[in-house]
């Protein structure tokens, strides 16, 4: 055989060169070497015994934590597992979702009004990319990314950056991430409101809702006459109380955010007892058969099929106020408030503290409309 370094000739199976000394084969390790992953600590040799050691930041600070008096290296990484514990599994409530937990047992979030909390919720279940992140590796350019993606306007992603700043905000309370990780979250850019988001459907758009019903039976379609006939708001149909509709009386005893507005009578009107009746089997959540995510992707494809102006879905209330409005001097602004939940103005705040509109008068003025 040839020497692997001289290549001169020696006898085969030589472990040794004759001629260089080169050894010939190699030999295999009989002990493994024992280390940690990168980023879950280390083992070293201190005197006699072994010390676990694991280092990690806090508000930009390099902290070291060790424990000593192992026999081996092998029993001080073991060990590791303990120590990360101990800053990380107890104390810290790193990822999103378990600061989101300490959000929802602070006094702020209890005193926010159910209404509020639902939405807030919503925009939640839109982070459920980021549940399992830790919160400090949170980068601007993914969470602009994150709130640019969500479908709506500017609604949606103004609920999803608030959420993420009042989980931020209890991180940096708890002294789990620097003060400066809040000012991430508000240098996340939200569209502009849309001026028109507040505008009433032309009659020719709510044609082209009925037919869209008529020929389709989609119930977003379904949804938007409703509001366009009652004046509900979208998070009203959203927080409906099933019980509290009563079909052979035709009204909906519902209504959120204001003191005019809560539990309010609300006429069904003639045209859409039908429509309240086809939805009522499917609806999950309130009235409606799926979530604010489903809600808006659906109403995004009526807007697409049936033509009309890409208007948020609080237009239909505005429809139904400016509809009746049309109506004055007819109808009264009294009577219209109490339909849509509005409080009076000065001029006609009698009507707030003594004047009750019957059931009877809110369904004849509503089913004027055509």
Not at 28 to 36: C, F, L, N, S, V
Not at 73 to 96: F, W
Not at 144 to 160: C, H, M, S, T, W
Not at 347 to 355: D, F, K, P
Request: charged residues 25%.
């Amino acid at each position: 055989m040839l020497c692997l370094k001289c290549k001169k000739q020696i006898p085969d199976g030589s472990v040794f060169c004759m001629w260089c000394g080169k050894k010939q084969v190699s030999t295999p390790r009989t002990t493994k070497k024992t280390h940690a992953p990168n980023g879950h600590g280390t083992a070293y040799r201190r005197g006699r015994t072994y010390t676990a050691q694991y280092r990690f930041m806090r508000q930009g600070v390099m902290i070291s934590r060790t424990k000593g008096g192992f026999a081996t290296k092998l029993d001080a990484l073991n060990y590791l597992p303990q120590l990360r514990a101990a800053e990380t599994g107890g104390a810290a409530k790193r990822t999103v979702a378990q600061i989101f937990e300490l959000v929802q047992q602070s006094k702020k979030w209890q005193d926010i009004s159910p209404d509020k909390r639902s939405h807030y919720l919503t925009a939640y279940r839109r982070l459920e990319p980021l549940y399992d992140r830790d919160i400090s590796s949170l980068r601007y350019s993914e969470l602009q990314n994150l709130v640019d993606g969500i479908e709506g306007a500017f609604y949606p992603k103004r609920d999803v950056k608030t959420v993420l700043q009042k989980i931020v905000d209890m991180a940096v309370l708890e002294e789990i991430c620097p003060a400066s990780k809040a000012e991430v979250v508000r240098c996340i850019e939200l569209p502009s409101k849309s001026l028109t988001s507040k505008d009433a459907r032309t009659p020719e758009e709510m044609q082209a809702i009925w037919a869209d019903w008529n020929n389709t039976h989609e119930l977003i379609s379904g949804y938007a006459l409703i509001m366009a006939y009652t004046g509900m708001r979208t998070g009203e149909l959203f927080a409906q109380d099933l019980q509290k509709i009563d079909l052979s009386k035709q009204v909906i005893v519902g209504g959120i955010k204001t003191a005019a507005g809560i539990d309010r009578e609300i006429p069904i009107a003639d045209k859409i007892l039908p429509i309240v009746q086809a939805v009522l089997p499917s609806a999950r959540y309130g009235l409606v058969a799926y979530d604010e995510n489903a809600y808006y992707s659906a109403w995004a494809k009526m807007i697409q099929r049936t033509g009309i102006r890409p208007l948020g879905s609080y237009c239909q209330r505005h429809t139904c106020y400016t509809r009746l409005h049309e109506l004055v001097p007819a109808v009264s602004d009294v009577v219209i408030n109490a339909i849509v939940g509005h409080s009076n103005s000065k001029s006609s705040r009698l009507g707030n503290t003594y004047g009750h509109i019957s059931l009877a008068v809110k369904l004849a003025t509503i089913n004027r409309l055509t």
